[in-house]
């Protein structure tokens, strides 16, 4: 039961990461076009939001891998 649990969490994690990275590059063009348009209070709030998803989605992926392994 506890090695299915540890496969589960390693699959779990690595789609998480997956769709992490990819809202990051999704992130990462979207501030790159509005650099290029200028800054905005917009670009400004979509920053801090994604950096405070970011230590949440870290803190979420430990406390998951601790419950279930």
Known sequence: IRKA?????????YLEEIVFFYKLKVFILYTKSLIANGFSKTWLRM???????????????????????
Do not use: R
């Open 47 to 69: 920053n801090f939001s994604g950096i405070f998803f970011a230590k949440l989605h870290i803190i979420l992926s430990l406390v998951y891998t601790h419950v279930l392994v």
């Open 5 to 13: 649990s540890f496969v589960f969490v390693c699959v779990y994690v």
